[in-house]
């Protein structure tokens, strides 16, 4: 039978609220489960709340499947997994590169899975996904008989898991880099070599739609492998893309070429510095980006994370022409909605500029959100344009 875990009541609450994580200091009795099981939530009257996946080294200690009796088995596994999939046919239709299978997104928590042309990669980010690690991979061969399988188990998560940190091929031919068509651009993915599991899908859609607003001299800060560069270098006269990995831009150089562009030229700096330069040698764009890593992967980071957002931000708007377009992302989850609205609205004051809204984004579709769980609304994308 499956272990039982027996939950304090805020472990209660959690549930109630909607939320799929339970943290360690809400569990009441874990000396039944072992590492990465699939275990009942009871309470200490054996009451049923649900099914979940136990983890005996993390802060979240437990992480909800489901509210139901019915077994967690392979079966059931499979069937979220093609519910998942069924999700992307409305929502990622014609895109060769999407996220399959978006963890808490899919009621599948810890699980990532990226599909890249005819390749997936896998991420099993908790104890207990790892532990179904096999099962997950005859599934995927069953339902979508992908060319190959990979894992980018190399997630800083893991090691918090008590998980080691690996990299390979789980199933099928070796395949590290792919040439996949995004809103009708080529893009070369190193999925063994690049961040994340090679790429940073949850811009495909914000990607399309800057595009409709780019224009003139372009800037694109933190360019990675020219996402941004790439897709709106058509409507520009000319791209300034500025990264700081040589790596990325190696390949940056490659989707440029894929694309037969010739009016992007690639920086490998420090996007502050360079920025503080540029501002200060009088350049001028009509469209700026500004994509930069999470600056608060904890909450406790939010303060110097707005200063960041408030400093690259305001030497954008100082750049900008006058009709110019900004478009600005925060991908920290701790830096709310409205957090990111008011650091940009002080910064357009400090910068003498009134800002209009254009759109307000967030991450692609096929990365979905929940209501009660926030953590999964984790990217901002602003479209703004400067007056
Ligand atoms: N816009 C990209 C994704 C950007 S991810 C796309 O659409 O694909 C953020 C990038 O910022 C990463 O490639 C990272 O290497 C880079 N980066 C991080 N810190 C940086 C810094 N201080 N200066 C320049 N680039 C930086």
């Not at 961040?195 to 859609?205: A, N, P």
């Not at 372009?218 to 990264?243: H, K, N, P, W």
């Not at 478009?327 to 357009?348: K, M, P, Q, W």
Request: aromatic share 6%; hydrophobic share 40%; with cysteine.
């Amino acid at each position: 039978m499956t272990p039982a875990v027996i939950i304090a009541q805020r472990g209660i609450e959690r549930i109630l609220s909607g939320h799929l994580w339970i943290y360690r200091s809400d569990v009441a009795d874990a000396s039944e489960a072992q590492p990465g099981d699939v275990v009942r939530l009871i309470d200490r009257k054996k009451h049923f709340w649900g099914q979940a996946l136990y983890s005996s080294k993390s802060q979240i200690a437990l992480r909800l499947l489901t509210r139901e009796r019915r077994e967690f088995d392979r079966a059931f596994l499979a069937e979220r997994i093609a519910q998942a999939a069924a999700f992307r046919e409305r929502v990622a239709a014609g895109a060769e590169a999407y996220r399959l299978v978006a963890s808490e997104g899919d009621l599948l928590p810890s699980l990532v899975i990226d599909r890249y042309g005819g390749c997936l990669v896998l991420q099993t980010l908790s104890q207990g996904m790892d532990k179904l690690k096999p099962t997950i991979v005859e599934i995927l061969q069953e339902q979508f008989s992908p060319g190959s399988i990979l894992e980018r188990n190399d997630a800083a998560v893991r090691p918090l898991e008590g998980l080691p940190v690996l990299k390979g091929v789980l199933a099928g031919e070796p395949a590290s880099q792919v040439v996949v068509e995004e809103n009708g651009v080529k893009f070369c993915y190193d999925l063994m070599g690049g961040q994340k599991t090679g790429g940073f899908l949850d811009q495909r859609e914000n990607r399309a739609a800057a595009r409709a607003y780019a224009r003139g001299r372009m800037l694109d800060g933190f360019c990675y492998t020219g996402g941004f560069a790439v897709t709106l270098a058509r409507q520009c006269e000319s791209v300034i893309a500025v990264e700081s990995s040589a790596e990325a831009l190696a390949l940056a150089r490659r989707n440029q070429d894929l694309n037969h562009l010739a009016n992007i030229e690639w920086r490998e700096a420090n996007c502050f510095d360079f920025l503080k330069a540029a501002d200060h040698d009088g350049q001028r764009f009509d469209t700026v980006v500004l994509d930069p890593p999470p600056f608060a992967r904890q909450k406790s980071n939010l303060e110097s994370a707005l200063r960041g957002y408030k400093e690259l931000n305001l030497r954008a708007l100082k750049m900008l022409n006058p009709g110019g377009i900004l478009i600005t992302c925060s991908c920290s989850f701790h830096v709310g909605e409205v957090d990111f609205l008011e650091a940009i609205a002080s910064t357009a004051l400090d910068a003498h500029r009134t800002v209009g809204v254009v759109e307000r984004r967030t991450q692609s579709r096929d990365h979905p959100i929940l209501l009660t769980v926030p953590e999964t609304h984790y990217l901002k994308c602003l479209i703004l344009r400067a007056m």
